[in-house]
């Protein structure tokens, strides 16, 4: 089991799922290049890259295949492309109110200054001070948040990362079927979100259709923050896959 988190997140944000899952299967969670203590990549932050170095990383710390994968909305586009390009080592996907692609994401000068500014003020220690890193979680692990967070190089991971939306959109647009891989897509409340209830089912469908054994699962009352508001609902999800045949499932122990 492989927990993928999104864009400007962390492992942090499985806290509450991944001791749950590691009862019943045995899970993972790791840093991106540029994210925690991962050093960075020179390579472009494109998820056909970020598959390949994850796949890389999991042979590399003898982790065995099958592997069901968990991933949180930008992480989505990533585990799509390890499900495309490794077919053959993914038992089920879950995708959490993973993005979709009928937008490029523009990155605009706002957001480029406001990640630069961050990056070049994360040397005097203002960002940490006035805890403007770290984001939201539990208070008790909210200091190890801050620790791997308040960093200038992971700003630049962010930047770097957000620059190539637009490339990485194209990649997971060419993308239009997984075969029957076990699919399970978890959805935001409708209600709750700026996007018309349309526009939300049209998201969804783009996401069903990846899988001919595919099903949604709505997280009522909660907005995108999933893995923090609903992680009951993930971890049900998860415990379907692992017990279906042939997804590879056993107990065992969390991994970080």
Not at 8 to 20: G, K, L, N, R, T
Not at 22 to 35: E, L, N, S
Not at 142 to 162: G, H, N, Q, T
Request: aromatic share 10%; net charge negative; hydrophobic share 40%.
């Amino acid at each position: 089991m492989i927990l993928e988190y999104g864009h400007q997140a962390s492992y942090f944000d499985w806290s509450h799922i991944q001791p749950e899952i590691a009862g019943f299967t045995r899970v993972c969670t790791y840093d991106r290049a540029g994210y925690g203590w991962s050093d960075a990549s020179p390579r472009p932050r494109l998820p056909s890259v970020m598959a390949e170095e994850l796949h890389a990383l999991l042979d590399a710390a003898g982790e065995k295949a099958p592997y069901v994968l968990v991933a949180h909305s930008f992480g989505g586009f990533n585990a799509v492309m390890f499900t495309h390009k490794f077919p053959d080592e993914v038992s089920g996907l879950v995708l959490v109110d993973g993005l979709h692609t009928f937008s490029e994401f523009p990155f605009e000068f706002p957001e480029k200054a406001s990640l630069r500014m961050m990056q070049l003020v994360m040397h005097f220690g203002l960002p940490r001070w006035r805890h403007w890193c770290g984001g939201a979680g539990p208070a008790a692990i909210r200091r190890e948040k801050e620790a791997i967070s308040c960093r200038p190089e992971l700003y630049d991971a962010f930047y770097r990362e957000r620059a190539a939306f637009g490339t990485g959109v194209a990649e997971i647009r060419g993308i239009t079927h997984l075969g029957s891989v076990p699919l399970i897509v978890i959805a935001h409340d409708p209600k709750i979100g700026n996007m018309s209830p349309q526009f939300w089912q049209q998201a969804q469908q783009q996401k069903l259709q990846l899988s001919t054994n595919s099903e949604l699962v709505i997280a009522t009352g909660s907005g995108h923050d999933i893995p923090l508001v609903h992680p009951d609902v993930i971890v049900t999800a998860v415990r379907k896959l692992v017990q279906s045949p042939g997804t590879g499932g056993h107990p065992g122990n969390s991994l970080r």
